[in-house]
């Protein structure tokens, strides 16, 4: 079974500072997909960024990068020049490839920023 | 994006009642919807996922006679609690995907139901 895996359930940075928020992830399929969720707390999931597992090259959405190490099944979440509305729960998700697969979701980060 | 509304947002039902979760596709079609509920301050988990057409497939530990899922059509999903307890009391969220190459699941708002 696949496990999805988030090693801090706390994380703090100050407004336009960096911060790396972690996850790996145990599977035995060569292609899935790897995912990090916005909930901010309203409650409504929002899609952060997305990776492709067969695509070597980090994907990059503005001030939002990944990190992936395909050998390591690790999949960090790089949030630079933090802004307040960046405040919120980060879930890293796991998927199969194939068509209507089922998401898995690690446990989550809290995000919180600072002035 | 495509987009999902869920309703109601809140709900407060008595025990003993049915409360009834709607989940739609507004402007693409969803083969394939997922239910999940999610306690304070933890992850979403999966409770059964739901195919147009077809009868849903309950994860391990999910009571499918409590948690009735219908796929009626290819916007709509829905949940119901049945002879709902406190215990039940939780956030449910619903996703939906398209039958396509698709990688992205589209949320719902997700409904907070309340039994008291």
């Known amino acids: 079974a696949q496990t999805v895996t988030q090693s801090q359930p706390e994380m703090s940075v100050q407004e336009a500072e960096t911060v790396t928020l972690s996850c790996t992830y145990d599977t035995s399929e060569s292609d899935y997909y790897l995912f990090w969720y916005k909930q901010p707390p309203s409650r409504q999931m929002i899609l952060v960024i997305r990776q492709e597992a067969y695509k070597q090259q980090n994907a990059t959405e503005n001030r939002f990068s990944v990190n992936f190490q395909k050998a390591a099944k690790s999949f960090s979440l790089k949030i630079s020049d933090s802004q307040l509305g960046d405040a919120a729960m980060y879930f890293c998700a796991y998927r199969p490839a194939g068509t209507a697969s089922k998401l898995t979701f690690g446990t989550g980060t809290r995000l919180q920023v600072t002035l | 994006g495509a987009v999902v509304s869920q309703h109601p947002s809140r709900v407060i039902c008595k025990s003993g009642t049915s409360v009834k979760i709607e989940c739609r596709s507004l402007?693409?079609?969803?083969?394939?919807m997922f239910w999940y509920r999610q306690f304070p301050k933890q992850s979403l988990m999966l409770m059964a996922t739901?195919?147009?057409?077809?009868?849903?497939?309950?994860e391990q530990g999910v009571e499918k006679d409590k948690f009735l899922i219908n796929h009626a059509s290819l916007t709509l999903s829905t949940l119901t609690v049945t002879s709902a307890h406190p215990e039940d009391s939780s956030f449910y969220i619903c996703?939906?995907?398209?039958?396509?190459?698709?990688?992205?699941?589209?949320f719902g708002q997700g409904t907070r139901l309340t039994v008291v």
């Open positions: 739901s195919n147009e057409g077809s009868k849903a497939t309950y």
């Open positions: 402007d693409f079609q969803a083969t394939t």
């Open positions: 996703s939906a995907v398209t039958g396509g190459e698709s990688t992205e699941a589209f």
